[in-house]
């Protein structure tokens, strides 16, 4: 897939999976949000509409890694309460993925998704918060890949965390975390969380 750092889009072809569903979008009370993230008087989590091909790369990662693709912590649901230790938390994973990692391109025609190591592409980032976000108890129904588009049009990947502050993107450009609405970004499409080898389109506002 064509990232940040220009390299040319996966192609997905994954097999497409028969299951689906299209949540409308929410909107909840705001309550205390970072600085970064502004203020607004609800809060939107992001909407889907029909399913999607999965990226042919996230289908071979999941072959590779099956516990990455399978629904873990579910028990508190699909929401998390982000409380002022889980927003400190949450900081602190994304701060420390992007600082332990150095950006660098997979070889073109050739995209691999993959957890850790010290460098990677975007969706290497985006992969590698919602892995240590999971091993530290988040629900990975909340933890979401989103493919997107940068204002320069160029593609990109980063980890959605739906809160009762809305859905936040974590970004391997920035140690800020936003509300989805207010990054520079197009979202094109987004994994399930109840299926996470599911994607779905990502409803136009």
Same mark, same amino acid.
């Given at each position: !897939?064509? !990232?940040?750092?220009?390299?040319?889009?996966?192609?997905?072809?994954?097999? !497409?999976?028969?299951?689906?569903?299209?949540?409308?979008?929410?909107?909840?009370?705001?309550?205390?949000?970072?600085?970064?993230?502004? $203020?607004?008087?609800?809060?939107?989590?992001?909407?889907?509409?029909?399913?999607?091909?999965?990226?042919?790369?996230?289908?071979?990662?999941?072959?590779?890694?099956?516990?990455?693709?399978?629904?873990?912590?579910?028990?508190?649901?699909?929401?998390?309460?982000?409380?002022?230790?889980?927003?400190?938390?949450?900081?602190?994973?994304?701060?420390?993925?992007? $600082? %332990? !990692?150095?950006?660098?391109?997979?070889?073109?025609?050739?995209?691999?998704?993959?957890?850790?190591?010290?460098?990677?592409?975007?969706?290497?980032?985006?992969?590698?918060? $919602?892995?240590?976000?999971?091993?530290?108890?988040?629900?990975?129904?909340?933890?979401?890949?989103?493919?997107?588009?940068?204002?320069?049009?160029?593609?990109?990947?980063?980890?959605?965390?739906?809160? %009762?502050?809305?859905?936040?993107?974590?970004?391997?450009?920035?140690?800020?975390?936003?509300?989805?609405?207010?990054?520079?970004?197009?979202?094109?499409?987004?994994?399930?969380?109840?299926?996470?080898?599911?994607?779905?389109?990502?409803?136009?506002?």
């Amino acid at each position: !897939m064509k !990232m940040n750092h220009n390299k040319a889009l996966s192609v997905a072809f994954g097999a !497409m999976i028969t299951l689906g569903f299209a949540p409308a979008s929410h909107a909840v009370p705001l309550g205390g949000l970072t600085k970064d993230l502004g $203020r607004s008087a609800t809060i939107q989590l992001i909407a889907v509409s029909k399913q999607t091909l999965a990226p042919y790369a996230h289908v071979r990662f999941c072959v590779q890694n099956p516990d990455d693709c399978e629904v873990r912590n579910s028990e508190g649901g699909g929401v998390v309460d982000l409380t002022a230790a889980k927003k400190l938390e949450l900081q602190r994973i994304n701060r420390q993925v992007n $600082r %332990s !990692m150095r950006p660098e391109n997979d070889e073109p025609g050739n995209d691999v998704w993959k957890v850790g190591g010290t460098s990677g592409d975007c969706e290497d980032y985006a992969l590698t918060k $919602r892995r240590q976000l999971m091993e530290a108890g988040w629900p990975s129904t909340a933890l979401r890949l989103v493919v997107a588009r940068t204002s320069e049009g160029e593609g990109h990947a980063v980890l959605a965390v739906a809160t %009762s502050e809305g859905d936040l993107i974590l970004d391997n450009r920035t140690v800020a975390i936003k509300e989805w609405r207010r990054t520079d970004l197009r979202l094109l499409k987004i994994q399930s969380g109840e299926n996470p080898r599911q994607w779905f389109d990502v409803r136009r506002r």
